[in-house]
């Protein structure tokens, strides 16, 4: 699989967080591609792969940490930021541990998400997970 530049994947059930974030990476230009569910975001993966993914935690059929175990289970490395409206220490520790870049609270801070972004960009890649 190779990555795409700019294509930026966001996952999260909530359709007015898709639109806002889509937007706000637009004006970057970047290239957001949106998914409903994690299922639909996997389902995607073909042989390309986005240069980051953005994932909500709270989602039902599969969280944003589920999906990034997949990921890992299936040897696929995305450079992925969860977002949550439930920002718990445990459970960050559990996302970063699994190789997020970042976890942030929402409402998402524009000038935050798009420092992840770039982070994310710059090869900081996922460290391994434990």
Do not use: W, Y
Request: aromatic fraction near 2%.
């Amino acid at each position: 699989m190779h990555r795409i530049r700019n294509l930026i994947a966001i996952v999260d059930d909530d359709p007015s967080v898709l639109k806002a974030l889509a937007r706000v990476l637009r004006s970057r230009a970047l290239e957001p591609r949106t998914f409903g569910s994690a299922a639909d975001f996997l389902a995607s993966l073909t042989n390309e792969l986005p240069e980051c993914l953005i994932a909500d935690l709270q989602m039902p059929g599969m969280t944003g940490l589920e999906l990034q175990h997949s990921l890992n289970r299936d040897g696929i490395v995305i450079p992925t930021i969860i977002i949550t409206a439930h920002d718990d220490a445990g459970v960050r520790k559990r996302c970063e541990a699994a190789g997020a870049v970042a976890f942030l609270a929402k409402p998402v801070q524009d000038t935050a998400l798009l420092a992840a972004i770039d982070k994310a960009r710059r090869g900081s890649t996922p460290s391994p997970p434990r």
